[in-house]
């Protein structure tokens, strides 16, 4: 493996179901059963009261743009720079790295609205991207 | 809580450094060994006196049991014995545990190392390998985030709350390299301007190449004692007055902001163990893994109120004469990276009226911070001479 394959996520027994939502164009975050708050990134216990169970929710996948850059020098080869890297908050408040595509480098800014796109990384993985919410 | 507990107790009575830079065939063991040796017998002390010994990691060598190895190096068989890994928080962390085991009885005498060939002595496949771990494995690293770029989004954020401008950052990249002018032992001594800090390569807008630190072989040590012993040994010791921690998150989309760090908390409880305040500070090592870093831990230290930080290093407050100069030694930025080691050395030297050319004069009091990962693990510490006592 070498250049973008090695960032290619390898799905485990905390993230597997998120992994499959991507692939059906489904953005799932877990909501807590015990106190109802959703978190992210996957895992087996509530981050905000250890509570264990917890439900899969689609989300919207709209969101903003909480942060971003543009990365001009990339780890590995095989990207095009430069590329938008964000912290996008989701209408449903919890936040995610991503790539902001199909936007251009001077539209980009804080507060921009996004919707996700899924993007076939290899046959199992698609990644989460967003881009710009026309209109 | 007891939060004076360790108050004055113990005091760093030794210190070294090594050449830093490119120093192909150093190893990593090599380079603690030597910091490590300068630093006892500064100290005027036999190795067989330090019964503690604390390091962090190398990540260009990694190895299993890395203290145990290192120990067993230096022909020391120490009872206090840990690694840590906590990135650029590591050596600030590993002073107050050196604070509290000695207060405990635990040990007496620690020694605490830090040595790695970063620069040349890294295999390929490890800088590889090195730069696809950045950020969660999952959810962050295959967007392609950079360390750099994570913290170009923290600046981009303070910009966008706080109006702080990419002249407010190059400002302090200035300021480190007017210091490490006048370090002997630095990697980059020519003095650069805001302009050339803004016309250098953008790596991650909004941050330039010069925004960034250095990448250095080289290494560092201290030993810290007891006070009562300290006294008894060659050069003026250097109280650690104050300790604190402060770990918010690991991976940045988990940090409930952007702007104010774990920082905040750790100096809270340093100076509060400390009974300093900020305004009692006469020398600030600050963690500069990017201009950045100095900005918001300069806020969340409570040297200016946060959002403050962009005019608070401006018009040469922080430089010498300034209110607070910061990292006298050059910092990451300028000297060296030997990830937050030599900042502790410096505050000790200027602690200790050493600092020849760059001595801030009548210095008694210092604050160090260590940030590692994305602004993930804090340590803060205070520092005073006797004076202050």
Redesign the interface.
């Known amino acids: 493996m070498d250049g973008v394959d090695q960032l290619i996520p390898v799905p485990d027994t905390d993230t597997q179901t998120y992994w499959e939502g991507c692939k059906r164009s489904e953005l799932l975050i877990q909501r807590c059963l015990s106190c109802e708050k959703l978190y992210f990134y996957p895992r087996m216990l509530c981050p905000h009261c250890m509570g264990r169970k917890y439900e899969w929710v689609k989300v919207s996948g709209r969101g903003v743009v909480y942060s971003y850059t543009l990365i001009r020098r990339p780890p590995v080869s095989g990207l095009e720079v430069p590329y938008i890297l964000a912290i996008v908050e989701l209408e449903e408040g919890v936040r995610m790295m991503s790539n902001i595509i199909d936007c251009k480098e001077d539209e980009i800014d804080i507060g921009m609205k996004v919707e996700v796109i899924f993007q076939p990384v290899s046959d199992e993985i698609y990644l989460p991207k967003f881009r710009p919410v026309k209109g | 809580m007891k939060e004076q507990s360790i108050r004055a107790k113990t005091a760093i009575v030794g210190i070294g450094e090594t050449a830093v830079g490119k120093l192909p065939g150093k190893t990593s063991m090599q380079l603690m060994a030597e910091a490590s040796a300068q630093a006892i017998e500064d100290a005027g002390l036999k190795k067989d006196d330090v019964d503690g010994v604390l390091v962090s990691y190398s990540l260009a060598e990694p190895s299993f049991m890395y203290c145990s190895f290192f120990s067993e190096y230096m022909g020391i068989k120490p009872h206090f014995s840990a690694a840590v890994h906590l990135g650029g928080a590591s050596m600030c962390s590993l002073v107050g545990h050196a604070a509290a085991a000695i207060n405990a009885g635990i040990c007496s005498t620690v020694l605490i190392a830090r040595g790695d060939p970063q620069r040349t002595g890294f295999s390929r496949q490890g800088v590889?390998a090195m730069?696809?771990e950045?950020?969660?494995?999952?959810?962050?690293?295959?967007?392609?985030?950079?360390t750099?770029?994570i913290y170009?989004?923290?600046a981009?954020?303070h910009m966008?709350e706080f109006g702080t401008t990419s002249e407010q950052l190059a400002e302090i990249a200035v300021t480190m390299r007017y210091h490490a002018s006048m370090n002997d032992n630095a990697q980059m001594r020519d003095p650069i301007t805001i302009d050339d800090v803004l016309n250098s390569?953008?790596?991650?807008?909004?941050?330039h190449v010069l925004d960034c630190c250095l990448v250095s072989d080289g290494g560092g040590a201290i030993v810290v004692t007891s006070a009562e012993r300290a006294n008894d040994l060659r050069k003026p010791p250097v109280y650690i007055l104050g300790f604190g921690e402060g770990h918010s998150h690991y991976?940045?989309?988990?940090a409930e902001s952007?702007v104010t760090s774990g920082c905040k908390d750790a100096a809270r409880r340093a100076f509060a163990m400390s009974g300093l305040t900020p305004a009692d500070i006469d020398v600030a090592e600050i963690y500069d893994c990017f201009t950045t870093t100095v900005l918001v831990d300069l806020e969340d230290l409570g040297f200016c109120e946060k959002g403050e930080g962009g005019r608070f290093v401006q018009g040469g407050r922080i430089t010498f004469g300034g209110e607070l100069p910061v990292n006298t030694h050059g910092g990451l930025l300028s000297q060296a990276h030997i990830a937050g080691m030599l900042h502790i050395v410096e505050a000790a030297r200027q602690l200790r009226g050493e600092a020849g050319r760059r001595q801030v004069h009548g210095a008694q009091t210092a604050v160090v911070t260590g940030n590692g990962g994305s602004l993930s693990a804090h340590a803060v510490l205070v520092l005073g001479t006797e004076g202050v006592l």
């Open positions: 590889v730069s696809t950045v950020g969660h494995r999952q959810f962050e690293a295959p967007y392609a985030p950079l750099a770029g170009a989004m923290v981009r954020r966008h390569k953008l790596v991650a807008d909004p941050l991976h940045i989309i988990q952007l």
